[in-house]
């Protein structure tokens, strides 16, 4: 089973640990967005690091 992109994130790097819980509570909260959206949004990650992402899923999950 593949990581989830927050754990990824933080693992690689991209995005710090407090930072996950703050797009977690935003969702809680009712932001319907995913959550490489709202960390976008909020000037966390940049485009790269969801690229950084989706190649990792791609090897973790060939076909």
Known sequence: MAERIGDFL???GSLKASQVDEVLRLQKAGDPRKFGEIALQLGYISDDA????VDYLEKTNPG
Do not use: S
Not at 50 to 53: H, V
């Open 10 to 12: 933080v693992r690689v």
């Open 50 to 53: 969801i690229k950084r992402y």
